[in-house]
């Protein structure tokens, strides 16, 4: 992508920058000096040629970190960027000799340092000998730091990543508990009201149920896969609220292979098919109503289906069920699917979900 097109900023100088720079350069000057010391005279020209070069590196490594970050350079691909690597550690290693001959010169020609032969002697091969070792050594310095700061940005980005996951579950689960029908409470509380003085039995179990459901909705939803037997068990209680407000107009049918109850499965995924259902099926109509319930093992993959009677209409896909695929995408992958059909006078609602 080219350069003008990033979005990302350059990013600041650490706070340990100077300090690292400082204490590699002059390290590395006290190792020259250390093994000039050792194997030749150690003369005030050998002294300033070493400083020279570890100042002179300092400022050409310094420069080529401004220009991979101000340039961009660490957003383009690796073949581009080793080229232009190549070429920038090449210019910067013949500047820092050139910095090198342009103090050394003028000194020991008015005699202000001394070499250890006594002569300074500069040719064409140890001229390119000098630039090869100085080039060596800020290719080094380039290959820590390009690899460090590839590192530094991988690392950031995975927890700029997970920050960004971790405030889409976030939203995902405030979704999840806000998905259960609005009406739904407000209906299940009237309709107990209502019971508890005709059956007070039943009241209170259906008191239990409605808790049930709702410590499913809130509990269920911190989880990024349940089995299809606690689905199952949860849609249960919700189906048996819901047939106390619907009365004889709800028939259920339940056919779950034993195979496909340890099924994993998104939260609220037959919660929110059942829900869908009966919205677009039973309470439309004041004839009776079935819904059917089947799931099946077939492989590594399992298949949930949810029948209702009616006609399948433009609203029939709500947000609940766009929402829903996306879970499923997001989580399985293109293997998972979500489809609405007409099959003869009912509406089948389908999800595959890999195991």
């Known amino acids: ?91 910067g290693a013949a500047l820092v000799q050139l910095l090198i001959s342009a103090v050394l010169i003028p000194t020991f020609e008015l005699g202000w340092i001394t070499m250890p032969s006594g002569k300074l002697v500069y040719t064409p091969i140890s001229a390119f000998f000098y630039w090869f070792n100085c080039a060596l050594i800020l290719a080094l310095w380039t290959f820590i730091y390009v690899g460090y700061t590839w590192f530094d940005r991988w690392r950031s980005g995975q927890i700029e990543h997970w920050r960004t996951e971790s405030a889409l579950r976030e939203a995902e689960l405030s979704l999840l508990k806000a998905q259960l029908d609005p009406h739904f409470l407000f209906n299940a509380l009237n309709n107990i009201r209502a019971t508890i003085t005709e059956d007070p039995a039943r009241a209170r179990e259906m008191v239990t149920r409605l808790s049930q459901v709702l410590r499913h909705v809130l509990q269920h939803a911190r ?116 489809t609405l059909e007409q099959v003869g006078p009912r509406v089948r609602a389908a999800v595959s979900v890999p195991q």
Not at 305 to 328: C, H, I, K, W, Y
């Open 1 to 91: 992508m080219p350069p003008e097109q990033q979005s990302v900023p350059v990013k600041a100088i650490g706070r340990y920058y100077w300090t690292v720079q400082t204490l590699t350069w002059a390290g590395y000057a006290t190792f020259n000096l250390a093994i000039g010391a050792l194997f030749e005279t150690l003369t005030s020209g050998v002294v300033l040629i070493y400083s020279t070069l570890a100042a002179g590196l300092f400022a050409a490594s310094h420069a080529m970190g401004e220009v991979l970050r101000r340039r961009h350079w660490f957003d383009l691909t690796p073949g581009a960027l080793a080229w232009r690597l190549v070429i920038a550690v090449s210019i």
């Open 223 to 338: 989880r990024d896969r349940v089995t299809l037997r606690e689905e199952l068990d949860a849609v249960r209680d919700y189906l048996a609220i819901m047939g106390l407000h619907f009365e004889n107009r709800l028939s259920v049918q339940e056919d779950v292979a034993p195979a496909a109850l340890e099924a994993c499965v998104p939260p609220l995924l037959l919660q929110l098919l059942v829900e869908n259902a009966i919205k677009h099926g039973v309470s439309r109509h004041q004839q009776p109503g079935l819904l059917e319930i089947r799931a099946t093992k077939d492989g590594e993959v399992v298949w949930i289906e949810v029948f209702n009677d009616g006609e399948l209409g433009a609203p029939a896909a709500g947000v609940g069920l766009t929402n829903l695929s996306q879970r499923l995408t997001r989580t399985f992958g293109s293997q998972a699917s979500l």
